[in-house]
């Protein structure tokens, strides 16, 4: 057979087809920052379609564990999706590299038998530092952006929004935290949050979930949308695992953080509680 093919190739005239050329697929940017000495983090950029071609400038979603391996790319397909639809506002969406996440994303040490199992638990307010002082004003810096913005995560990064909601409020101005690991430190931060709301007051919303994890769990975040009051939109999804549900919600929290004024065709289903342009 390998005779044959050789041969082939030295008859004159005989054509041999050839690869279809190939271009790369490009859908955003990567910078390297440096979060410590030795220490760099991905922060990913997609830009929306159109944004190559104009002046327009865009809000920013900010996700958190939004390295490559992490929920980068779910997020910025959603996103694409939710703008062709008119569901949500195209954005631009930032998504930041975690690592450690016990010490980046939690801000306490836990309870003791977390502390001996998590001994790095307990350093977000230096995450938090990262975004504020480092990511943010690279992004407004180098890109068209229009001011506003908004945060998402899940599990732990969704336990960081809850926390950054209310230890930081001013940081973003809407916030999305999908099944937020709110049972840490025996619901600490939610049996903290009516005190922190009283000292803080707050504008920005918050859309919180949870699902199928216990009582415990759902204590906590039913905690915290009762001292946030109004400002909180709780949507409880017990009949979601905390496997499923960030795919699943994901695109109801983007039409909460960026919502259009369409008016959404009831069978679509794409309805959110507690968000007025729903």
């Given amino acids: 057979m390998l005779l044959a093919l050789s041969c082939l190739l030295c008859v004159p005239g005989v054509a041999v087809a050839e690869a279809p050329a190939s271009t790369p697929i490009t859908i955003g940017q990567t910078h390297l920052v440096a979060f410590a000495d030795g220490d760099q983090r991905q922060v990913n950029v997609y830009l929306p379609e159109g944004y190559a071609e104009g002046t327009k400038r865009y809000p920013v979603l900010y996700l958190i564990d939004g390295?490559?391996?992490?929920?980068?790319?779910?997020?910025?397909?959603?996103?694409?999706?939710?703008?062709?639809?008119?569901?949500?506002?195209?954005?631009?969406?930032?998504?930041i590299e975690s690592k450690d996440r016990r010490a980046e994303l939690i801000g306490s040490v836990g309870n003791a038998?977390?502390?001996k199992q998590y001994p790095t638990a307990g350093q977000s307010t230096r995450f938090r530092a990262f975004l504020r002082d480092t990511v943010k004003p690279l992004i407004e810096a180098d890109y068209r952006t229009d001011g506003d913005d908004g945060v998402i995560g899940e599990s732990l990064a969704g336990l960081f929004i809850v926390e950054t909601w209310l230890r930081e409020p001013g940081l973003f101005h809407r916030y999305a935290a999908i099944d937020a690991s709110l049972w840490w430190d025996d619901a600490g931060l939610a049996k903290a949050a009516a005190g922190l709301i009283a000292t803080s007051p707050r504008t920005a919303p918050l859309y919180l979930t949870y699902s199928n994890e216990g009582q415990e769990t759902a204590q906590?975040?039913?905690?915290?949308?009762?001292?946030g009051g109004l400002l909180v939109c709780l949507s409880p999804r017990e009949d979601l695992t905390h496997a499923t549900a960030y795919h699943v919600l994901s695109p109801q929290a983007l039409q909460f953080l960026f919502p259009t004024a369409n008016k959404q065709d009831p069978e679509w289903g794409f309805e959110v509680p507690c968000s007025k342009k729903s």
């Avoid at 996103?79 to 998504?95: H, K, Q």
């Fill in 113 to 115: 038998a977390q502390h």
């Fill in 67 to 95: 390295g490559l391996s992490q929920d980068f790319l779910h997020v910025a397909g959603t996103s694409a999706l939710n703008a062709i639809w008119g569901r949500s506002l195209p954005v631009i969406v930032v998504g």
């Fill in 220 to 227: 906590a975040a039913q905690r915290v949308a009762a001292a």
